[in-house]
């Protein structure tokens, strides 16, 4: 069993930047997939950025040139005020069938880490 903890969030000003962290405990050992999610209320989970240990990555169109991720962390810079939302990171096993940034993919959650963007 993988448990997942996300720390970084915070309030920063439009155009910022900020990183975020993964903590995964219970091994990163073989294929497996981690990504993270973000969501506002009302609105469906939506995947941000993945990647899995073969090395593939993925990236929503929305933060493409913009985020930044790497193993355990999502760095994103020119943060825009739709960017505001709980950030989740998320891990699987092997590659998801369902694609890389599909939420019913994922067994494995994080509690989330708020991000806001502006006032």
């Known amino acids: 069993t993988q448990v997942l903890k996300e720390s970084g969030g915070g309030s920063v000003q439009p155009g910022e930047s900020l990183t975020l962290s993964c903590s995964i405990s219970?091994?990163?050992?073989?294929?497996?997939?981690e990504t993270w999610f973000r969501e506002v209320p009302g609105k469906e989970r939506e995947g941000v950025a993945g990647r899995c240990s073969d090395g593939g990555l993925a990236y929503a169109d929305s933060v493409k040139g913009r985020f930044t991720i790497s193993r355990g962390v999502l760095h994103m810079d020119d943060l825009k005020s739709e960017d505001s939302a709980m950030y989740y990171c998320?891990?699987?096993?092997?590659?998801?069938?369902?694609?890389?940034?599909?939420?019913?993919?994922?067994?494995?959650w994080g509690q989330g880490t708020q991000v806001t963007v502006g006032s």
């Open positions: 998320a891990f699987e096993r092997g590659r998801p069938l369902s694609g890389m940034l599909a939420a019913e993919g994922y067994r494995f």
């Open positions: 219970g091994g990163l050992y073989g294929a497996y997939c």
